[in-house]
């Protein structure tokens, strides 16, 4: 999920309706992005503890919380910005990047311990938005420049790249993988783009749908 950075979290039971424990926000002044650890076991959030971002004292924070107590299970720090993250389907990874100027790296880091497994350069210009393929090791990204990539972790290749009209805000992997959502606020369209059958890194500039 995406959030707008803010300080309220709340979990419901959707077969009940009911809340429940809210994860422990304590000095924790952003929650910048949330995302699901195995199943609905755990909830993994980037936060920014102390003071607000920019200001001296502000940290950039991994929080790993158990889902059912809203208990801190662990943190990890990072002296950079973090900004997005995205969960593997498998639910036991994700990767996560910074959206700041001098960020052109993703890392993939082990949902249990919360260590960065893998670090790629994926781009050149600020990373805008990030989305897991369904059942594949592919990771899609984008950034300032209005490119798309998707990346295959296994090998560390590009296997497509498109250029899109405007910055893609979101992107998002339909069920079967076959299709890639990008959205942007500029004007208002989303695309779809095909996702190449094979991800050896041949690249692709394909268009599927607006």
């Known amino acids: 999920m995406n959030t707008a950075p803010g300080t309220t979290v ?5 077969s009940t ?8 926000l304590t000095n924790i002044v952003a929650v910048r992005d949330l995302g699901w650890l195995r199943g609905e076991a755990q909830l993994v959030g980037l936060v ?3 003071v607000p971002r920019g200001r001296d004292g502000s940290v950039d924070t991994i929080v790993l919380w158990d889902a059912a107590s809203g208990r801190i299970i662990r943190t990890a720090t990072r002296d950079v910005a973090m900004d997005m993250l995205a969960v593997s389907p498998d639910g036991r990874h994700f990767a996560e990047a ?13 949902g249990e ?5 893998q670090e790629m350069r994926i781009h050149n210009g600020s990373i805008t938005a990030l989305a897991w393929h369904p059942s594949l090791p ?26 899109s009209f405007e910055v893609a ?22 695309r779809v783009w095909q996702v190449p059958e094979s991800a050896d890194g041949n690249k692709t500039d394909g268009e599927a749908d607006r």
């Open 17 to 24: 309706g009911q809340p429940l424990p809210p994860p422990d």
């Open 98 to 110: 910074g959206s700041t100027p001098n960020e052109h790296s993703v890392r993939i880091r082990d």
């Open 48 to 50: 920014s503890t102390g």
């Open 169 to 190: 805000l979101h992107l998002s992997f339909s069920p079967n993988g076959k299709f890639l959502l990008s959205e942007g606020n500029d004007s208002g369209v989303d």
């Open 138 to 163: 592919l990771l899609a990204t984008a950034d300032h420049t209005k490119t798309i990539r998707i990346w295959d972790c296994a090998t560390e290749k590009l296997a497509a790249e498109w250029r």
């Open 10 to 14: 709340a979990v419901f039971d959707t």
């Open 113 to 117: 311990t919360l260590a960065v497994q």
